[in-house]
């Protein structure tokens, strides 16, 4: 069976694991691996100082510059927790392979540990502020998934495997 359309994309809250499984479905599907926050840091510099600088209204503006680029890409891409709520970016996921990856608070509170300091929407709430933030999310990444990968079950090779089996129809 022919592969479902390219760009493969990653959705999910923080710290559910979309860069560790994007760069390890990448090199698998030997595609290229983007990560959007990536981009948006080597162009702007640190989330959480942008963030400071400038305010999450101009982060968000550089963040859909970003994400719009990377979507035109035949290849495996990472989107920031909070990318998905942008109209244009959700009408752009339509023509792509999502993939929502679920985590719960006990996994993604181990996983952030102290790096959620430099996270400018947890701003010192931690895992309380991750869970609300999360699910008011939900509903946008369930729209949107056409896959959904439980990141609290299972290695990540046997996830990586998941998502590559399901992309080729093997799934």
């Known amino acids: 069976m022919?592969?479902?359309?390219?760009?493969?994309?990653?959705?999910?809250?923080?710290g559910s694991g979309k860069t560790k499984l994007g760069r390890?479905?990448?090199?698998?599907?030997?595609?290229?691996?983007?990560?959007?926050?990536?981009?948006?840091?080597a162009k702007h510099g640190p989330i959480h100082e942008l963030f400071a600088r400038e305010g999450e209204a101009s982060f968000r503006a550089k963040?859909?510059?970003?994400?719009?680029?990377?979507?035109?890409e035949r290849a495996v891409v990472s989107l920031g927790g909070g990318a998905v709520l942008d109209r244009d970016t959700q009408h752009d996921l339509a023509g792509a392979s999502v993939v929502r990856l679920l985590v719960d608070e006990a996994?993604?509170?181990?996983?952030?540990?102290?790096?959620g300091a430099r996270r400018p929407l947890l701003d010192g709430g931690g895992i309380d502020a991750w869970a609300r933030i999360a699910a008011e999310r939900r509903p946008v990444y369930d729209a949107l998934a056409d896959l959904v990968v439980d990141t609290n079950r299972g290695t990540a090779a046997q996830l990586t495997d998941l998502i590559c089996d399901w992309w080729r129809n093997d799934a």
């Open 24 to 41: 390890r479905v990448s090199a698998r599907l030997e595609l290229p691996f983007i990560d959007t926050d990536a981009d948006v840091v």
């Open 63 to 72: 963040e859909r510059e970003a994400v719009a680029a990377a979507l035109r």
């Open 107 to 115: 996994t993604v509170a181990a996983r952030l540990g102290a790096g």
């Open 2 to 14: 022919p592969e479902r359309p390219l760009p493969l994309v990653l959705i999910g809250p923080m």
